[in-house]
T-cell receptor, first 114, second 116 residues
Framework: AQSVTQPDIHITVSEGASLELRCNYSYGATPYLFWYVQSPGQGLQLLLKYFSGDTLVQGIKGFEAEFKRSQSSFNLRKPSVHWSDAAEYFCAVGARSGNTPLVFGKGTRLSVIA | DGGITQSPKYLFRKEGQNVTLSCEQNLNHDAMYWYRQDPGQGLRLIYYSQIVNDFQKGDIAEGYSVSREKKESFPLTVTSAQKNPTAFYLC???????????????FGSGTRLTVV
């Protein structure tokens, strides 16, 4: 079965600084990988996903993520953080068979300071 | 616009009572899911359904029940057997099993259940 680890529970960055949120997965083959964002009291919104091909994927709101098979990682990055990026971020992994639901990490809460 | 509607947004329940959370989608998705969210716990899968009239238990199904009589609807009942039901509940849907773009779940905006 697949699993996801997000090592950082809470990260604080200054507005305009760069951001990297870490995600490590465990799965026997190449998985499908996702990043979602959640504002307080809301549902989750898909930021980006990796299925195959180019290991650097672009998403909405200026986010990107890089799949590194050798490190079993799928870290989320943004070159310049805006105050509106403050939210909780979830990494998720899915089996390519599509027969089982996504497994989510426990999330990383991002705070942005002026 | 298509989407998922969860209702109500806030729900209060007395101990010992059953309560049903509504989830409706008009995306023509085959698969639907219920997750529970607690602070620091991430999303934990309660039940999921890949097709009408069929559903499977997730990781924390005890104390919950579901039905899938219509493609559009996947209600979740929190029974009195659920020991700690206070949480934020999220419903999601996706195209369905085996579809290449099966993922890219669409989430509802959630129901916050409080036991009083």
């Amino acid at each position: 079965a697949q699993s996801v680890t997000q090592p950082d529970i809470h990260i604080t960055v200054s507005e305009g600084a760069s951001l990297e949120l870490r995600c490590n997965y465990s799965y026997g083959a190449t998985p499908y990988l996702f990043w979602y964002v959640q504002s307080p009291g809301q549902g989750l919104q898909l930021l980006l996903k990796y299925f195959s091909g180019d290991t650097l994927v672009q998403g909405i709101k200026g986010f990107e993520a890089e799949f590194k098979r050798s490190q079993s990682s799928f870290n989320l990055r943004k070159p310049s953080v805006h105050w509106s990026d403050a939210a909780e971020y979830f990494c998720a992994v899915g089996a390519r068979s599509g027969n089982t639901p996504l497994v989510f990490g426990k999330g990383t809460r991002l705070s942005v300071i002026a | 616009d298509g989407g998922i509607t969860q209702s109500p947004k806030y729900l209060f329940r007395k101990e010992g009572q059953n309560v049903t959370l509504s989830c409706e989608q008009n995306l023509n998705h085959d698969a639907m899911y219920w997750y529970r969210q607690d602070p620091g716990q991430g999303l934990r899968l309660i039940y999921y359904s890949q097709i009408v009239n069929d559903f499977q238990k997730g990781d924390i199904a005890e104390g919950y029940s579901v039905s899938r009589e219509k493609k559009e609807s996947f209600p979740l009942t929190v029974t009195s057997a659920q020991k700690n039901p206070t949480a934020f509940y999220l419903c999601a849907s996706s195209l369905g099993q085996g579809r290449v773009d099966n993922y890219g779940y669409t989430f509802g905006s959630g129901t916050r259940l409080t036991v009083v």
